[in-house]
């Protein structure tokens, strides 16, 4: 009988598969992030517990392309600056990627808010254009042009924070409890230059951006760079707390009835 490939694979075709896992190279990146404070009691206010907010309300928007072998990925990240216990990190709202292969093992594993979308980064001479769009809207554009060169930093360790949890199938809460990952990121930089240039944010239903505002402007930059991951499970978390801020992974049809803050143009 022919192979069925839905069918169950062996022991050794399993062991490969975990092998190949364990040796990728590097895989380097190009890509835009621009960094702001923003409105403090807006930054806290999306931090499900336990997170907390950390000194000053930061924001980081993080927008690549990666040269993935076979075809290339648009990975984008939107998060905000977080603490748990003594560990200060990012912890993501949204995480736009361009294939779906991108989003399974991220949000599956990690519990990473990856959501399909379109992810933008162009340069013609010193002039650069990132954005992070879905729906048709660009949420996030940055634009500027390069104004120099920066020093290359040393190899450096970033932690994001994330929720892994499973909707009930009743539909009432979860599963399981949810569990609060600590993702620590490998990272170095073989290239980097400054930006000069600006941050707008559009306003759209399906993320809501705009609520966090760029309030100063702290810095631009355009480098290349390779990452490698670990997480590990941090606690298990309360549902009851985690549950009101669940919307944040999901496009809630109910949020189309969320308008705009007070006072916004």
């Known amino acids: 009988m022919a192979r069925v490939r839905y069918g169950a694979r062996t022991e050794a075709e399993i062991a490969a598969t975990r092998a190949a896992q364990a040796k990728l190279p590097d895989i380097w990146s190009t890509g835009v992030v621009a960094t702001w404070e923003s409105d403090p009691d807006a930054v806290a ?115 994001d924070f994330y929720f892994k949890f499973l909707p009930a199938v009743d539909g009432s809460g979860f599963d399981a409890d949810p569990v609060l990952v600590h993702c620590v990121r490998e990272e170095k930089v073989r290239k980097l230059e400054r930006i000069t240039g600006d941050v707008i944010l559009r306003e759209s239903v399906y993320d809501p951006v705009t609520d966090l505002p760029v309030r100063r402007l702290l810095e631009i930059s355009l480098g290349e760079k390779t990452t490698d991951q670990r997480g590990t499970v941090a606690e298990r978390v309360d549902a009851a707390a985690l549950l009101p801020y669940v919307h944040q992974r999901y496009d809630d049809p109910l949020q189309v009835f969320d308008g705009p803050p007070e006072g916004s143009a």
């Open 45 to 159: 206010a999306v931090l499900p517990p336990p997170l907390k907010p950390t000194a000053r309300p930061l924001v980081r928007v993080n927008i690549s392309k990666v040269s993935l072998p076979g075809y290339p990925l648009g990975a984008g990240s939107f998060a905000v600056a977080a603490a748990h216990g003594g560990v200060e990190g990012w912890y993501p709202l949204v995480m736009p990627m361009t294939h779906e292969r991108a989003l399974t093992g991220g949000r599956e594993v990690f519990g990473e808010p990856k959501k399909l979308g379109e992810v933008t980064v162009e340069r013609d001479g010193l002039v650069i254009r990132a954005s992070l769009a879905r729906h048709g809207i660009a949420f996030v554009e940055v634009r500027g042009a390069v104004s120099g060169e920066l020093p290359l930093p040393a190899p450096s360790r970033k932690t």
